[in-house]
Nanobody
Framework: QVQLVESGGGLVQAGGSLRLSCAAS????????MGWFRQAPGKERELVAG????????YHADSVKGRFTISRDNAKYTVYLQMNSLKPEDTAVYYC??????????????WGQGTQVTVSS
């Protein structure tokens, strides 16, 4: 099992940037496919980005492509989400997630507690 703790959320103006971090503990980090999800009030949770175990493959949702970048440092047991050119519609609680399966999309098994990102217009 893996435990996940997100950090880096906050309030930012539209056009600004934030970098989210997710620190993992437990079983070797490199065993897990990692993802970032978000959930805005009244909306379903959506996958924002995913990254393969070694970091060579990534997925980014169309809504964030070109603005957000997922990356990982297996030596530091950490996955990141760099968010640039933020828009008010990016406002949501962002969750880090992990799974043993290699498919970047689909269901994830382990979740962090979430971190709030608020983008003001």
């Amino acid at each position: 099992q893996v435990q996940l703790v997100e950090s880096g959320g906050g309030l930012v103006q539209a056009g600004g940037s934030l970098r989210l971090s997710c620190a993992a503990s437990g079983r070797p980090f490199a065993f897990y496919t990692m993802g970032w999800f978000r959930q805005a009030p009244g909306k379903e949770r959506e996958l924002v980005a995913g990254i393969s175990r070694g970091g060579s493959s990534t997925y980014h949702a169309d809504s964030v492509k070109g603005r957000f970048t997922i990356s990982r440092d297996n030596a530091k047991y950490t996955v990141y989400l760099q968010m640039n050119s933020l828009k008010p519609e990016d406002t949501a609680v962002y969750y880090c997630a992990a799974k043993r399966e290699t498919e970047l999309r689909g269901e994830y098994d382990y979740w962090g507690q979430g971190t709030q990102v608020t983008v003001s217009s």
